[in-house]
């Protein structure tokens, strides 16, 4: 009996893997359902040969024509508001201050020959008085030493004599003593005068006051420094340009050469207001930053202070940054940085269908590049973003709603497709 069940239950095992193996081919083509899989392909009707294909759904898109236009290239570089001319006021003369003005505070205007400072002048006044009465005497001296040459003169010819006076007869040694001591004189009262004046400190051009070192008071001598001034005419701003930047612009070089009047554009780095000041580049320095390498040029910014116009005033030191017109490019194309599909690729619409080309950059800017080859007329730059649009893909080119919003006054729900407007190059 052990034997035979042996034999029997291997048997049993193998019978139903075939029963199994047969039932689950049999439905192999019936669903969950009790219907074939294949029913609807069986029931529906095959494309007849020569019918058109059934057509895609297209992408709908925004986007903006490339047309060859002129750009003109735009360095932008940055530097800090300085001084032109910048002068440690010190006075001519000693004394001690009895007067400080008003225009000789921190920050305060001044024109030239403001009078700043005074020093006490009662010395001086003395000075000038004692010399003046030198003067006087020197002149009364000068005086009676001409009469007395003219007397010996007569005295000579009354003697009867026929031959020429010598120099001693007619007192010449004696009147050129005399006149120099008049001469003298003059120069001592000159100088006193002149020590008088310098006892009011006056300012030596139309400026500003940077600090004031000194106080009412205090004695003063012509080594004390008595405040830092600076003018305010015009100021100037060192910009630096690499060597990528030279090759697309020409700095003056020469003697008396300048760049273009008033043809730079600054603005601040430290707010964010919309206020622009207009520059022109005066010289060149002569040689090539050590450490960058790059070479430095000097602009000007005239009336900086707003003194003679509405215009925001800067501030010395103020860091602003510099937007330099430099060479005009012919017949490019420009692209909007934000609208790049990769890495010098862009995604274009040709005769209605999607086309990835690949492009040369010309110029990179900040927020635009520039290019010529490539690009067909007619083409278009697709402004909406695509994670995956295929090459040959059919498009439909929409208005931009932000653009139909502005035209039309609409004011219902648009769905927006990211398109912003290109501020073209000129």
Known sequence: MRLLLHILIPLA?????????????????????????????????????????????????????????????????????????????TAQVNGRISNISDKFEDGAFFKKGDILLELDPADYNTELASSQAVLARAEATFAQEKARAKQ????????????????????????????????SAQSAVQRAQRNLERTKVKAPY?????????????????????????????????????????????????????????????????????????????????ELDKNSRQLFVIARIDDP????????????????????????????????????????????????????????????GEHTVVTRDGIEPGDQLTTSRFPYAPDGAPVEIIADPKALKKSKGHTGNSKSFGHSNVRRGK
């Open 305 to 364: 202070f707003a003194l003679k116009s509405k215009a925001y005033p800067l501030y010395v030191g103020q860091p602003v940054r510099a937007t330099i017109p430099a060479r005009e490019l012919k017949d490019v194309f420009i692209i909007p940085r934000e609208h790049m599909s990769g890495l010098n690729q862009i995604l274009i619409v040709r005769e209605g269908t999607f086309k990835r080309i690949e492009i040369e950059p010309i110029w990179s």
């Open 13 to 89: 095992v193998i019978l139903l893997g075939v029963i199994g193996f047969s039932t689950f081919k049999g439905l192999e083509h019936i669903n969950i359902f009790g219907r074939e899989l294949g029913e609807e392909k069986k029931n529906k009707p095959a494309r007849k040969p020569g019918a058109p294909k059934i057509k895609r759904p297209a992408f709908r898109t925004t986007a903006i024509p490339l047309e060859a236009q002129d750009y003109t290239i735009h360095l932008l570089s940055q530097g800090e508001v300085r001084t032109h001319n910048a002068t440690t006021l």
């Open 206 to 286: 139309d400026g500003r006051v940077s600090s004031r070192r000194v106080g009412l008071g205090q004695q003063v001598g012509g080594s004390t420094a008595l405040g830092d001034i600076f003018s305010t005419d015009f100021a100037e701003v060192r910009l630096p340009l690499t060597t990528r930047d030279l090759q697309y612009y020409t700095p003056p070089q020469k003697p008396g050469e300048r760049g273009k009047e008033n043809n730079i554009t600054f603005t601040s780095i430290l707010t964010a207001s919309n206020e622009k000041w207009q520059g022109t580049i005066l010289r060149t320095e002569g």
């Open 152 to 183: 010996a003169l007569l005295n000579w010819k009354d003697a009867g004599f026929t031959e020429e006076p010598s120099d001693l007869v007619l007192r010449k040694p004696q009147l050129r003593q005399a006149e120099s001591s008049v001469i």
